[in-house]
């Protein structure tokens, strides 16, 4: 790890122009002395953040130097910050960057010291998707909280910021500086099939005032938030990724759902905003995308909402975004929409040269890069990467996965399991009565490198807490033979708690949960998604919402089904019925407890 002195040697050019402190406006002068002397290749690297596979940025394994010579013509993080100048790297499990703690600060210091090392080399914004819940790069031994629908069902402000300072502190000491969180999207569409848990709810204020918190927690660790997706995804059917939803909210609808958490999030001094890509037609009808979007982005979110923070756009792989335009066009498009950082293009040699081109052939001026450079270098001298942009492995022994942090998570997971249906009062089940449980269902992978799986984690997790159990994992789709086994096994249980992802009307496991019930045994469900399970579950006795099935929750859903805790969440999101979703089953703020 480079020592302070080399850091301060390496920036001694850098730090003696861009002093921090004063406003933001004080240290513009600084800011923009700095980009008059940047040549225009060094001011377009500035604008993306890109993907690179390794645990290292000089020294990765041999299929990660293929994958990077295929896709970026580099073999190396450090060859790409040296041929293309890019201002920020994103971390991704799939990529390899996220082996362990000290394996990722010791990658965001060789990136740091690549990009320092060129001339009028510059800090990078490291960031990553670190939402909590079915959303984490970062797995264990980091500390995991549980994902926003249940900090929802928790409803604590407190919490939230909470999670935010504690997640943050452990992002920065990993090199980790601008986290893509929290999801200020208001789901008040029960197929939204990209968004759902990774929400707050249904409520437009309270996922304001839970955006808002998490922002303030994050941002006082030194990490940048950065609230998505504008202008609000929460109502789509279609995913992004793979296809062009459209919105269809009337300017007054969205004024009163979409923006408020936006809203909020601008007034906490969130320091970045993703770009959503979305349609909608009563903001912008020209057919474009939000991403690429000059009455959205510049019209509305800069001028109305009045925020002047860096304003990132969503992936530029995702299909949402590609459909209309080239992957030559959708960078310049974007930039003359009003964005400031180009996440994850395709490919970074077409999106770079396109844009260099853009300025060449004079489509986009220089002064219009300088002042997207101009935010994004606010953001690197706001955070502190002029004056050390390293981090220390003591640091990360210091602060990640601490005992304490860890405590923190489980006692804001028991705050959000949603006791949903208990008939006759089944719950908390009793080591005396039911002291043999079966464990059966879904076993979804894991979304956050935790230990998994779902059956495995709650069967040890009631074990612990004195019972006898058996883990018996039956899948989403569970067979004929499958479910008659799980059933068999069941005969010879006291108790039967079933782990249930994204039940439909034709599904198995809704087969599975009928026939259990059928053998007369207590039967548990536990939605370990999607609250919307227990619609399709009429017969259950008893069903508990855990939001995700990471293992935090899990173990907190545990502790409430023993009665070691007892249930408080309430529901963020209602629930339809099954057989007329015009009608409500459980309204937002249900949750029994005992």
């Known amino acids: 790890m480079p020592s302070r002195r080399t850091v301060l040697a390496a920036t001694m050019g850098v730090t003696a122009t861009l002093a921090v402190g004063g406003t933001a406006h004080a240290d513009d002068t600084r800011l923009r002395s700095l980009i008059s002397r940047m ?17 290292s940025a000089t020294a990765p394994d041999q299929a990660d130097i293929d994958a990077n010579l295929s896709e970026l013509g580099v073999r190396t993080a450090a060859e790409l910050i040296a041929e293309y100048r890019v201002g920020g790297i994103i ?10 703690p000290q394996q990722i600060a010791d990658l965001s210091n060789g990136i740091q010291k690549a990009s320092l090392s060129q001339p009028r080399g510059l800090p990078v914004l490291v960031a990553t998707d670190q939402e909590h819940g079915i959303v984490c790069r970062i797995g264990a031994p980091a500390t995991l909280f549980p994902g926003a629908m249940a900090i929802g069902a928790g409803g604590s402000r407190e919490d939230a910021r909470t999670l935010g300072r504690i997640s943050g502190a452990e992002l920065r000491a990993m090199g980790v500086n601008q986290d893509y969180s929290p999801d200020a999207d208001v789901n008040v569409n029960p197929a939204n099939p990209v968004i759902g848990v990774r929400s707050f709810g249904a409520d437009p204020d309270a996922v304001a005032g839970l955006v808002a918190a998490e922002v303030k927690g994050y941002q006082s660790a030194r990490v940048a938030a950065t609230a998505k997706h504008f202008p609000g995804h929460g109502d789509t059917a279609v995913d992004s990724h793979f296809g062009f939803p459209v919105i269809t909210h009337s300017r007054e609808v969205w004024e009163q759902l979409d923006a ?4 909020a999030a601008v007034k906490a001094g969130i320091d970045s905003i993703m770009t959503a890509h979305i349609m909608v037609p009563a903001l912008d009808d020209s057919g474009d995308p939000a991403t690429l979007s000059h009455p959205i982005l510049t019209g509305i979110l800069r001028g109305e909402l009045g925020y002047d923070g860096v304003v990132i756009t969503d992936s530029l792989g995702m299909e949402g ?3 209309k335009y080239g992957d030559d066009r959708v960078p310049v498009l974007a930039l003359k929409a009003g964005v400031d950082q180009l996440l994850n293009p395709p490919s970074l040699d077409i999106a770079w040269n396109a844009v260099l081109k853009a300025v060449r052939d004079g489509e986009l ?9 101009l935010r994004v270098l606010r953001l690197k001298s706001r955070l502190g990467l002029f004056q050390d942009a390293y981090v220390s492995r003591a640091g990360v ?13 489980d006692r804001i997971a028991e705050r959000t399991t949603t006791l949903l249906v208990n008939e006759k009062g089944l719950l908390p089940l009793s080591r005396r009565t039911h002291g043999k449980v079966l464990v059966v269902g879904a076993d979804p992978a894991s979304p956050s490198g935790t230990t998994g799986p779902p059956t495995g984690v709650l069967a040890a997790a009631l074990g612990e807490l004195g019972f006898t159990a058996t883990a018996r994992p039956t899948g989403t789709d569970p067979s004929a033979a499958t479910v008659a086994a799980a059933v068999a096994a069941a005969g010879e249980s006291d108790a039967v708690v079933v782990a249930t992802y994204n039940v439909t009307a034709g599904s198995s496991q809704r087969t599975l949960v009928e026939q259990l ?8 469900a536990v939605a370990v998604r999607n609250p919307y399970d227990v619609a399709q579950l009429p017969s259950v006795p008893a069903c508990l919402a855990s939001y995700s099935w990471t293992d935090v929750e899990l173990r907190a859903a545990a502790r409430v089904i023993a009665g070691r805790v007892r249930p408080r969440g309430k529901l963020p999101v209602a629930v339809q019925r099954a057989d007329d979703p ?7 703020g249900h949750g029994l407890s005992y």
């Open 39 to 55: 040549t225009l290749p060094e001011k377009v690297g500035q604008l993306f953040v890109m993907r690179v596979y390794g645990h």
């Open 91 to 100: 971390y991704f499990t799939w990529a390899h960057n996220t082996r362990d």
């Open 260 to 263: 408020v958490p936006f809203r």
């Open 321 to 323: 975004v590609r459909q």
């Open 365 to 373: 001026t220089e002064a219009r890069l300088d002042e997207s450079i």
């Open 397 to 409: 022994s210091r602060t990640v996965g601490t005992r304490s942090h860890l405590a923190a998570a």
């Open 517 to 524: 019930v059928a053998t007369g045994r207590p039967v548990v």
């Open 582 to 588: 015009t009608q409500v089953l459980y309204p937002v």
